[in-house]
């Protein structure tokens, strides 16, 4: 079946660094995908859709600088947390649509812990 | 932002037992899933109702689709340890391949 790769899968920085985590559709093709991040024991909130080839859609509230998505192939999506704050350390999971035509089914990658000292 | 609720929000079984969890949404839908998440991991897809569907089965899981109420229920039946997990519902509008809308999630425990 389809899968979602992403690494890495937990990341340590400090204060004020940048992190890139990387979401790799593995035998398909994505021109679409989402970062969602949570909290410990929330839900996910939608972050963002990546659009291969253009730029990305930001949810409300969500900083665009803070948050750098790039999506230059239909198998590789990147998110870079910029100048990551503790605020930041969260969940982030990247997902794209699989399954049957039509259906908007998701497929997830595995997440990245983020933990910002 | 989040589509709505699930209750209840922990759930505390013995192995054997039948689980249920519920879900309610605000908005017109195309279709509802359920997914799980086993702690630290990413999303596993478990089934899909679409809005014209009332119930819908797989293996041990039913779940059935009240469009008039906007809400759903998961049921497990003869839970395993192995079923330990946390259960979102999630919802997709109508028109286009949109993102999904996350409920808040269940965590559920079987005890072995």
């Known amino acids: 079946g389809a899968v979602v790769s992403q690494h890495p899968s937990w990341v340590i920085c400090k204060s004020g660094t940048s992190v890139k985590i990387e979401c790799r559709s593995l035998?398909?093709?994505?021109?679409?995908m989402f970062w969602y991040r949570q909290f410990p024991k929330q839900s996910l909130m939608l972050m963002a859709t990546s659009n291969e080839g253009s730029k990305a859609t930001y949810e409300q509230g969500v900083e665009k600088d803070k948050f750098l998505i790039n999506h230059a192939s239909l198998t590789l999506s990147t998110l870079t947390v910029t100048s990551a704050h503790p605020e930041d350390s969260s969940f982030y999971i990247c997902?794209?649509?699989?399954?049957?035509?039509?259906?908007?089914?998701?497929?997830f990658g595995a997440g990245s812990r983020l933990t910002v000292l | 932002s989040q589509q709505g609720e699930e209750d209840p929000q922990a759930l505390s079984i013995q192995e054997g037992e039948n689980a249920t969890m519920n879900c309610s949404y605000k908005t017109s839908i195309n279709n509802l899933q359920w997914y799980r998440q086993n702690s630290g991991r990413g999303l596993v897809h478990l089934i899909l109702i679409r809005s014209n569907e009332r119930e819908k089965h797989s293996g041990r899981l039913r779940v059935t689709l009240d469009t008039s109420k906007k809400s759903s229920s998961l049921l497990i039946t003869a839970s395993r340890a192995a079923d330990t997990a946390s259960y979102f519902c999630?919802?997709?509008?109508?028109?286009?391949?949109?993102?999904?809308?996350f409920g808040s999630g269940t965590r559920l425990q079987v005890q072995p």
């Open positions: 035998d398909f093709q994505a021109t679409t």
């Open positions: 999630a919802t997709a509008g109508i028109g286009g391949r949109r993102a999904l809308t």
């Open positions: 997902s794209a649509w699989t399954g049957l035509s039509g259906a908007n089914v998701l497929t």
